[in-house]
């Protein structure tokens, strides 16, 4: 069985980031979503708000489980038995960084791959970063985030 992990920090979680869930879970048998629990970075929502919203954002996906992890991704990717690193890139400027990252992970175990896939073209600009900067701007995020994400921050700026 191929398992993946899609790891990231997903705060909050966007169209890009499904879009890029959605080939994986086409390509290999288990992916796991795994919230980057990082206590050097100030988050706009919490661990156990991100996941929240990431299960409510894929309930019809049949082959994803969602989880949350701290320290280095890659011994959260062997502890799950993963072989595969999934990784998205939206555009050219995504790429040094997440190479280095690639090689990097490669360095620390050979076991674990990295596979890269190329969001499609309507989703390139959307950031999570920029998700945030236009909600705290009382802009409309409904064309950039899932539903639950939406609603959620919604409520939430009440």
Known sequence: MKVAIYPGSFDPITKGHLDILKSGTEIFDKV?????????????????????????????????EVDSFEGLTIDYAKQKGAQILLRGLRAVSDFEYEMQLSQTNSALSKEVKTVFLITKPKYNFISSSTIREIFLNNGDISMFVPQPVCDYLKSRNQ
């Open 32 to 64: 796991i979503i795994a919230v980057a629990r990082n206590s050097e970075k100030n988050p706009f929502l919490t661990v156990d708000e991100r996941v929240m919203l990431i299960k409510e954002s894929i309930k019809d996906m049949q082959n994803v």
